[in-house]
C-alpha cells in the first residue's frame, strides 16, 4: 500500500465489495454501492462476475477470470485504501484463490464480512458446488463476521437446522472452527417473527456469546438483494469503527427500511428502495 494510501482519511470509511454485477440493480455490486453510500462510506468495487437477472430470476452468468478479480483488489488498495471488506458471490474455485491470495497481502486487521452466497432466491445456482469447501478453506478463517441465511448454514453444516437451537449450535460450531463472529440469518423460515443470531465464540478465555435480533416478518414480495445489503450495511459501519453487534443492529434496520419503502418494481421479488432510507 502506498503512503498515499496510508495516510488517506477514514471519513468516509473506504469500503470494498468484492461480488457479482446484478444487471437489474437489486442485489450484487449495485446493493453493496447504494448501501455503502447511503450510510456514508465511500463504496470500491472488484466485480467477480457478470448476471443477466431480473426480480423474476437468473437468465446468465458470466464469471470474470480470477486474476483479473484479484488486480481489481490490488489496485484499489494500492492507491485509495481499505478500511473494510464485503465479500459477496465468488462463483468458482479460480475467483476463490485469487481473492485469498489478494487479501493475503492486505493488512490482516482490515475486517471482513463475508456473505456465503451459494444459491439465489429464484433457485440459480451462484457458487459451484466444487467451490464450497474452498471457500470454507480459503476465506471462512480470514473473515471477521459471516452471514449465512438459513439455507447456506443448513449446506455448510451438512443437516436440516429445525429450530433456534439447532441453528444456534450450528453458527457456534462455525465460529468456533474458523474463529469468527457467525450470523445466522432467520429470514427464510415460515415464522411470523424473523429472529437473527449473532454467535461469537469462545477466545482468550472468554465463554461464547449470542445476541438475537427479532422483527416482525413484513408481508411482501420485495425482498431481492436483502442478502447483500445488509452484508454491505454492516461493513460499511464497522467502518465507521463502530462494534460488531451494533452494526449489526443498525445494518438490519437499514434492510427493515429498505423493504418498507421498496418501489415495487418488477413481476417478482423486486428490489429495496435504499435511496428511500434514513438511519437517525
Do not use: W
Not at 110 to 116: M, T
Not at 222 to 242: M, N, P, R, V, Y
Not at 244 to 262: D, K, M, Q, S
Amino acid at each position: 500500500m502506498s503512503d498515499a494510501a496510508r495516510s488517506a482519511p477514514r471519513i468516509p470509511p473506504r469500503i470494498l465489495a468484492i461480488a457479482g454485477s446484478d444487471s437489474s440493480g437489486g442485489a450484487g455490486i449495485q446493493a453493496d454501492i447504494k448501501t455503502i453510500t447511503m450510510l456514508g462510506g465511500y463504496a470500491m468495487t472488484a466485480i467477480t462476475a457478470v448476471t443477466a437477472q431480473n426480480s423474476v430470476g437468473v437468465q446468465g452468468i458470466t464469471p470474470l477470470e480470477g486474476q483479473f478479480v484479484a488486480r481489481q483488489i490490488v489496485s484499489c488498495a494500492e492507491d485509495i485504501g481499505v478500511d473494510a471488506i464485503k465479500i459477496g458471490m465468488l462463483q468458482n474455485i479460480d475467483i476463490i484463490e485469487a481473492v485469498a491470495g489478494a487479501l493475503a497481502d492486505l493488512d490482516p486487521d482490515i475486517p471482513i464480512v463475508l456473505d456465503p452466497v451459494m444459491v439465489a432466491t429464484s433457485g440459480a445456482r451462484l457458487l459451484q458446488d466444487d467451490a464450497v469447501e474452498i471457500m470454507q478453506e480459503r476465506l471462512f478463517p480470514r473473515a471477521t463476521l459471516l452471514t449465512p441465511n438459513l439455507p447456506e448454514l443448513e449446506l455448510l453444516a451438512g443437516s436440516e437446522l429445525r429450530d433456534t437451537h439447532l441453528v444456534r449450535d450450528a453458527a457456534l460450531e462455525m465460529a468456533e472452527r474458523y474463529e469468527c463472529q457467525v450470523l445466522a440469518k432467520g429470514g427464510h423460515t415460515q415464522d411470523e417473527q424473523v429472529i437473527d443470531l449473532l454467535v461469537t465464540p469462545a477466545k482468550d478465555g472468554r465463554a461464547s456469546g449470542m445476541a438475537s435480533f427479532t422483527d416482525a416478518r413484513i408481508d411482501t414480495r420485495h425482498t431481492h438483494g436483502t442478502g447483500c445489503t445488509l452484508s454491505s450495511a454492516i461493513a460499511t459501519l464497522i467502518g465507521h469503527e463502530q462494534p460488531i453487534e451494533h452494526a449489526v443492529r443498525l445494518g438490519r434496520r437499514f434492510v427493515r427500511e429498505g423493504i418498507l419503502n421498496a418501489p415495487g418494481f418488477g413481476e417478482g421479488g423486486g428490489p429495496l428502495g435504499h435511496q428511500a432510507v434514513r438511519l437517525t
